[in-house]
Structures are given as C-alpha cells and as structure tokens.
C-alpha cells in the first residue's frame, strides 16, 4: 500500500528553491463574463482583457 504525500500549504517542499505565488484582481465592465465551463483558456484571457478597466497583481514567494 503506498501513501501519498500531500501538501496542503503554500511552503514547497525541503531541498526546493522558494515558489513564487502571482495573484491578480480585475476590475471589469460587466457583471460576469459571457462564458461557460467549456470555454477556452484563450476566450476567457480575451474576453477578461477586452472588458478590463483595471488590474492589480501581487506576487508572493515562500520557501523554507
């Protein structure tokens, strides 16, 4: 039987050179974009920078 490790945290494993973390926030001009599940990574990048009035991104690292 074997187990497998899973890593709930944000820290990356030992021996590992610290992970870097992006998060961005879009302001838009629509409620919600007109797009399903099925949509592609591509229409969803157009349509997010096509309706954008602003965006903020913060990167953060962790490492041990």
Do not use: I, M
């Not at 890593?7 to 050179?17: I, M, V």
């Not at 838009?28 to 965006?55: F, Q, R």
């Amino acid at each position: 039987l074997h187990r497998r490790r899973v890593r709930t945290r944000s820290c990356p494993p030992a021996g590992d050179k610290p992970h870097r973390y992006r998060f961005t926030v879009w302001a838009l001009d629509v409620p919600t974009l007109p797009v399903n599940a099925e949509a592609s990574g591509a229409l969803v990048g157009y349509l997010l920078h096509s309706h954008a009035l602003a965006s903020a991104q913060l990167t953060a690292t962790a490492g041990r």
